[in-house]
């Protein structure tokens, strides 16, 4: 039997209904749901990087449901439909393509993403009525390392920024000196949260200069670490070994000869 985003909805509506819904999925509010939707979206980007096509329809489909979820909510408080949502975006899009869906021409890439760039900044300002800052509406609620990219971009937009990737290295070593200075103090904890916050939005802002996505690069050596960690894991048990009955010497030079071995492959 096949279904179509109707039927979504029509389930998503009796879920949520007084009298026969889930007692779970009526109690929920927009701020419940919100982690949910982050999590789901991370497992998407998962699927995506594993190449699972198979999950990523699956994940989608998860992801979808956060969105008839929060529509259903909406529109039991009066506010906007799914209807709404689509009509939204379908205008924003036409909106932000005038090169296809109306006359405009632009002669490079470099002038297609400015006037992209100009079409998001219009809307920024339309929206906001309080906050005119360059940095508004970047969203707390994303990544750090993500949050911290988009700050320095909107910063560098009105040329507050290094000029080149020089700047950036220097300001990592700067930071670092700075941890190192609070360590060898009283070890205040908020002092040393702040210092080691400040290098990392140095790195990041190192990543940037560089053409590197900070977020992406974490990732990837998030994965590197686990799979060199699952190697040693694998290489003791095939010994009878343990990490705790190690000394660190030895697990150091196990270590460095998973790289080696990872390296030679």
Not at 83 to 98: G, L, S, T
Not at 128 to 138: E, H, I, N
Not at 204 to 209: D, F, G, Q, S, T
Not at 241 to 262: C, I, N, S, T, Y
Request: aromatic share 8%.
């Amino acid at each position: 039997m096949s279904h179509s985003i109707d039927d979504l909805l029509a389930i998503m509506s009796r879920l949520r209904d007084p009298q026969y819904g889930c007692p779970w999925d009526r109690n929920q509010t927009f701020a419940t749901i919100a982690p949910y939707t982050i999590e789901e979206a991370y497992e998407v980007a998962d699927a995506i990087d594993r190449g699972d096509m198979n999950e990523l329809g699956e994940e989608l489909g998860d992801l979808l449901f956060q969105v008839v979820f929060y529509a259903q909510m909406a529109k039991e408080m009066r506010s906007f439909s799914f209807d709404d949502i689509v009509n939204a975006i379908c205008e924003k899009m036409i909106r932000r393509h005038p090169h296809v869906f109306a006359d405009a021409e632009y002669a490079s890439e470099q002038e297609l993403r400015s006037a992209w760039d100009q079409h998001k900044q219009r809307e920024r300002d339309d929206k906001a009525q309080f906050d005119k800052s360059v940095l508004a509406g970047v969203a707390r609620a994303l990544p750090a390392l993500l949050r911290a990219d988009k700050l320095q971009q909107r910063a560098a937009r009105v040329q507050f920024d290094w000029p080149d990737y020089s700047g950036p290295i220097e300001k990592c070593r700067e930071e670092i000196r700075e941890l190192e200075a609070e360590l060898e103090g009283e070890l205040d904890s908020v002092r040393i949260n702040q210092e080691i916050g400040d290098l990392l939005f140095s790195c990041v802002n190192l990543a940037r200069h560089v053409g590197v996505n900070a977020e992406q690069a974490l990732r990837t050596a998030n994965e590197k670490f686990e799979r060199r960690f699952r190697s040693m894991e694998a290489s003791l048990a095939s010994k009878g070994g343990r990490f705790e009955d190690m000394d660190p010497l030895k697990l150091d030079q196990l270590w460095e000869q998973v790289k080696k071995d990872e390296i030679a492959q």
